[in-house]
């Protein structure tokens, strides 16, 4: 089976439960589709580059998937039909990231950075 990594973008004035729910709807179609969801990671609210459809800030989620490429498209067809979603990008990869991946290690990384500059202070 292909191995992907999809991250899709949500709106910024959606609640943490409406991503979830987004994370679960992408997982049952995933599954829908022959494939497996191997791990989910939500990002939280980032700021974006640039404004996309007058949103500054998105969630942000990454979802390992193990499957054939058809459900790629199907995956992606049905985010272009949901307004909840602004945008979306899906990779093939050789092995999946063991462990938290980069995006997750660096807000460590940085809730560690702030806790040290406040025990300076």
């Known amino acids: 089976m292909a ?3 999809h991250v ?7 609640s943490q439960a409406q991503v979830d729910a987004l994370a679960a709807g ?16 939500t990002w939280g609210l980032k700021s974006l580059a640039y404004k996309i459809d007058r949103n ?3 969630h942000f ?23 909840d979603i602004i945008r979306w ?9 063991e462990g938290p991946s980069v995006m997750m290690r660096k807000n460590e990384r940085d809730k560690k ?3 040290d500059r406040e025990d300076r202070d």
């Open 3 to 5: 191995r992907y990594e």
């Open 8 to 14: 899709f973008l949500a709106r910024q004035d959606l």
């Open 26 to 41: 992408a997982t049952e179609i995933v599954e829908g589709q022959g494939g497996k969801v191997v791990k989910t990671e």
């Open 56 to 58: 500054r800030k998105a």
């Open 61 to 83: 989620v990454m979802l390992n998937i193990d499957g054939p490429g058809t459900l790629v498209a199907e995956l992606e067809r049905q985010n272009r039909i949901n307004e």
């Open 89 to 97: 990008l899906t990779i093939a990869v050789e092995d999946h990231e």
């Open 113 to 115: 950075r702030r806790s």
